[in-house]
Nanobody
Framework: VQLQASGGGLVQAGDSLRLSCAAS????????MGWFRQVPGKEREFAAA???????THADSVKGRFTISRDNAKSTVYLQMSSLKPEDTAVYYC????????????????WGQGTQVTVSS
């Protein structure tokens, strides 16, 4: 499956942003999907994941502010981000795997190219 992330940008603290990740090349509904983020010099960090049937899990650092969702008809997974903070600044990656509602980057097989989110104070 090929993944294409989009929707990043420069926003101010407190603003909202929605990331999208469009999938192609395989049956989207058969994959567990995740969002991760990474800043230079640090490991890729889990943000949120969603199962094939819509069950979700979110990292404590984003819980209550970020929401992952999916539209299987559009082969797209979303990350709605609100109340953004400067520490949310990172490159955000979407990822897919066929097996598990994973919270570790090593559990994901397919990755998108990343989209930059910058939150100014």
């Amino acid at each position: 499956v090929q993944l294409q992330a989009s929707g990043g940008g420069l926003v101010q603290a407190g603003d909202s942003l929605r990331l999208s990740c469009a999938a192609s090349g395989s049956t989207f509904s058969s994959f567990y999907m995740g969002w991760f983020r990474q800043v230079p010099g640090k490991e890729r960090e889990f943000a949120a994941a969603i199962s094939r049937t819509g069950r979700t899990t979110h990292a404590d650092s984003v819980k209550g502010r970020f929401t992952i969702s999916r539209d299987n008809a559009k082969s797209t997974v979303y990350l709605q981000m609100s109340s953004l903070k400067p520490e949310d600044t990172a490159v955000y990656y979407c990822a897919a795997n066929p097996s598990v509602l994973g919270v570790r980057a090593s559990e994901y097989i397919y990755w998108g190219q990343g989209t930059q989110v910058t939150v100014s104070s």
